[in-house]
Each structure stands twice: as C-alpha cells, then as structure tokens.
C-alpha cells in the first residue's frame, strides 16, 4: 500500500487557481521530492496535504481518504511540516519548541527521551536548550524546525526549501542528518527543495512541477543522470 496518493488534486488561493491536477504518491518509507522554478506550486502542494489552502481532489493517507479533514487531524495521523522559513516560535527557548512538537501525543512519559534523542542528532541544539529560537542562526533555527517536526513521531515528514539561505556546509550537515532520519527512523519524507541537484541526491523518486502541473516524473537517478532533462527543466 502506498503511503500518500494524490488524485486529481487543485488548489486555490482565494479566487486564484495554483495547481491543476496534480497526480503523485509515496512510498512508504521512500524519500520523494518535488522540482520546479519559482511559482510552479511546489509549496501550495505541501500546503494542500495538511489542508491548508482551499483544495479539490483526493488525497489518500494510509489508506484514509483526507481531503476534508481538518488539519489538526491530519497532523493527528502523523504528518509534520517544516515550512519554508522555518517557522519557530522566536520567543521561546529551544527546549520549549522541542516539546510544542509532541503536543498531540499521548504518550507524554517518552517526549523527555525524544528531546534527548533529538539533541543526539543536533548537538548544537543540547548547547542551546535555554536559549531563544529567534537569537540561533539560520541553519540551526532549521535543525531545530526539523527536531520539533520529528517530537510528533511521524509516518511523513513534509519539508519545504531547507537549505534555503543556509551556507553550502549547513546544508551538507543537514542533509545528511536528514537521510540518517529516512534510514534509521524509517520517516517518509517529501522533499520541495530549489537546489535539484541536492534533492536528487537525496530523493528515490522525483516530480516535476510547472505552473502547478506535473511535467515529468520518474526515478531520481533516472533524473539526475539525464543531462537533456536537467538542462531543459532544471538548469543545471
């Protein structure tokens, strides 16, 4: 069984139409990313997923048809977003950002060694448990957006631009951490990312947007090694 299938999926914001039906699915336990330029719909389909923007269409979870479930729910099932910006809450402390993640769980015994396993992956986070998110730099407001997605426990990890503006090495770090999480964790992910050449790497399968419609697909190796396919749509 798939882990997420999309059918005939649209968008909108407001009275303005951003994607035109998008047909994709995920593997569980597979990492999936989503190419395309500026503008193509890579983010509003992330935001489609957890229901928020307006949407048509199907989008099947574990089976569970979730194209009219509130977000709340969705996270509920186990789907976590990082979205572009980051997104941590600036006032408060790491550790305070760390526990906000596993507020839907119940299993509130094991969210300590959770934290604890989270700063195993990023021990620049354990050194900065009591500080504020809005005084770390960018790339380690990034790791501890990635550790709060990861206090829910989830099935899939949705992930918008993460190496946006972070320095060549961060990402690397990042990255790396990242396929580590897919491997050892077996967390699903899908990856909108502008760097092609870095997702591809890290990605089993591929998706091309543009416009907000899928274009090509196909095996990320597939992809990456095909020079007419990465000049012609993604300019490298």
């Given at each position: 069984?798939k882990l997420?299938?999309?059918?005939?999926?649209q968008a909108?914001?407001?009275?303005?139409?951003?994607?035109f039906?998008?047909n994709?699915?995920?593997?569980?336990?597979?990492?999936?990313?989503?190419?395309?330029?500026?503008?193509?719909?890579?983010?509003t389909?992330?935001?489609a997923i957890c229901?928020?923007v307006k949407?048509s269409?199907?989008?099947?979870l574990?089976?569970?048809?979730?194209?009219?479930?509130?977000?709340?729910k969705?996270v509920?099932?186990?789907?976590a977003?990082?979205?572009d910006?980051?997104?941590?809450?600036?006032?408060?402390t790491?550790?305070?950002?760390?526990?906000?993640?596993a507020y839907?769980?119940?299993?509130?015994?094991l969210v300590g060694?959770?934290?604890?396993?989270?700063y195993?992956?990023?021990p620049?986070?354990k050194?900065r448990?009591?500080?504020?998110?809005?005084t770390?730099s960018?790339?380690?407001q990034?790791m501890?957006?990635?550790?709060?997605?990861?206090?829910?426990?989830?099935?899939?990890?949705?992930l918008?631009?993460?190496?946006?503006?972070l320095?060549?090495l961060?990402v690397q770090?990042?990255f790396?951490?990242?396929?580590?999480?897919?491997?050892?964790d077996?967390?699903?992910?899908?990856?909108?990312?502008?760097?092609?050449s870095?997702?591809?790497?890290?990605?089993?399968?591929a998706?091309?947007?543009?416009?907000?419609k899928?274009?090509?697909?196909?095996?990320?190796?597939?992809?990456r090694?095909?020079?007419?396919?990465?000049?012609t749509?993604l300019?490298y």
């Amino acid at each position: 069984m798939k882990l997420l299938e999309v059918s005939a999926l649209q968008a909108w914001y407001g009275t303005t139409q951003a994607l035109f039906g998008l047909n994709f699915s995920l593997e569980r336990g597979g990492i999936t990313t989503i190419l395309g330029a500026n503008g193509a719909g890579k983010t509003t389909t992330l935001r489609a997923i957890c229901q928020t923007v307006k949407t048509s269409g199907d989008i099947v979870l574990l089976g569970q048809s979730t194209s009219r479930y509130p977000t709340d729910k969705i996270v509920r099932m186990g789907v976590a977003h990082v979205p572009d910006g980051r997104g941590t809450f600036t006032a408060l402390t790491v550790q305070e950002n760390l526990r906000l993640g596993a507020y839907t769980r119940r299993d509130k015994e094991l969210v300590g060694q959770d934290i604890e396993r989270i700063y195993t992956r990023f021990p620049r986070l354990k050194e900065r448990f009591n500080q504020q998110a809005g005084t770390l730099s960018g790339g380690e407001q990034q790791m501890l957006a990635i550790g709060r997605a990861l206090m829910l426990r989830p099935t899939l990890l949705l992930l918008d631009e993460p190496s946006f503006g972070l320095a060549p090495l961060i990402v690397q770090e990042i990255f790396e951490i990242m396929k580590n999480i897919n491997e050892v964790d077996q967390v699903s992910m899908l990856l909108v990312e502008q760097n092609a050449s870095l997702a591809l790497n890290l990605a089993d399968y591929a998706y091309l947007l543009e416009t907000g419609k899928v274009v090509l697909s196909g095996a990320a190796s597939d992809i990456r090694s095909d020079e007419s396919i990465r000049r012609t749509y993604l300019g490298y």
